[in-house]
């Protein structure tokens, strides 16, 4: 009896001593993970960094969380209980399920629901703007249609059929280009149908050409990977070039004279939305001119 006394009050010792430990892991692999996060200066390294490793490094948190809850468990009736009956062994059959379903409802969450905040995360350190390391002027990053000037052949091919996506990042006052890559939707969409951010391409292909053979209209399939419902969008491939843009002019279409006022909904590439009145149209093209849109980011 008194042997059996020993060990209960070791076992709960051990117990304690575990949780507390288990607890204090936690907390060291999430300090580690955001000094290692923290240690990318550059937006691009922490980009993929995040992109890579947020949503494992989390599972790891989660599961040693519920390890910890495991230990915390078995220490239930510590006060009432002293010796060993098949209560003990439920209790630390209890403690493993609390452990298991900890970890794996942490996974739910991290695969299904995660993705909608890390999107808006990775999306905002996707168009932060860049700084020139030579000159320290801020970056312009180019539409679409701008960047393909600055792309090669095989660049424009990736992002028109492999889903690989560039953007590049221009130093107006030195011309200086800053061209950056992004795997093909290792982030995925958000999904009409259910909210979330698993909505992944399945396939992509050209349904139009031009007459040169090059693509003209793109179609991509896609599926989501929580609710599998299904879409597909086409996508019109540019063909301008770079004396389009550089003699393209802002143009006032229509009759003008009977405007009582204009307004302007600008939204940003993080979801953020501003309205502006303006009484004349010369005053909206100025304010355009001179509106910096990284306000609203």
């Known amino acids: 009896m008194q042997d059996v006394a020993g060990f209960m009050s070791n076992w709960y010792t051990v117990m304690s001593i575990c949780a507390i430990v288990s607890v204090a892991l936690a907390i060291v692999v999430y300090l580690v993970y955001k000094m290692l996060v923290s240690a990318k200066t550059d937006p691009k390294q922490k980009y993929d960094y995040i992109n890579a490793n947020e949503i494992k490094w989390l599972k790891r948190v989660f599961l040693i969380l519920g390890i910890a809850a495991a230990f915390a468990i078995n220490l239930y009736g510590s006060d009432k209980y002293s010796g060993l ?3 003990f062994y439920v209790r630390i059959f209890i403690s493993i399920c609390a452990a298991t379903l900890v970890a794996y409802v942490a996974a739910l969450i991290l695969d299904y629901y ?3 905040p890390l999107n808006f995360k990775l999306r905002k350190l996707r168009y932060t703007p860049r700084i020139n390391p030579k000159t320290g002027n801020k970056m312009r990053l180019l539409s679409e249609d701008e960047e393909d000037v600055h792309l090669d ?9 492999f ?3 560039y953007d590049v990042w221009m130093d107006e006052k030195t011309g200086d280009v800053k061209i950056e890559k992004y795997q093909g939707h290792l982030v995925a969409l958000q999904c009409n149908n259910c909210g979330f951010y698993t909505m992944k391409v399945l396939k992509e292909e050209i349904v139009e050409r031009n007459e040169d053979g090059s693509p003209k209209e793109l179609l991509k399939h896609y599926k989501c990977s929580y609710c599998e419902n299904v879409r597909a969008t086409a996508f019109i491939v540019s063909r301008k070039e770079a004396e389009d843009y550089k003699n393209q002019k802002p143009k006032t279409r229509g009759n003008v004279k009977n405007l009582e006022a204009i307004k302007l909904e600008l939204v940003s590439t993080l979801g953020k939305r501003k309205s502006y ?3 004349t149209v010369a005053e909206a093209q100025k304010f355009l001119a001179e509106f910096d849109f990284d306000k609203l980011a």
């Open 163 to 165: 889903s690989i996506d």
């Open 153 to 161: 052949e095989g660049r424009q091919a990736e992002e028109n059929i």
């Open 277 to 279: 009145e303006f009484s």
């Open 114 to 116: 995660y993705p909608t």
């Open 85 to 87: 009956g098949l209560w």
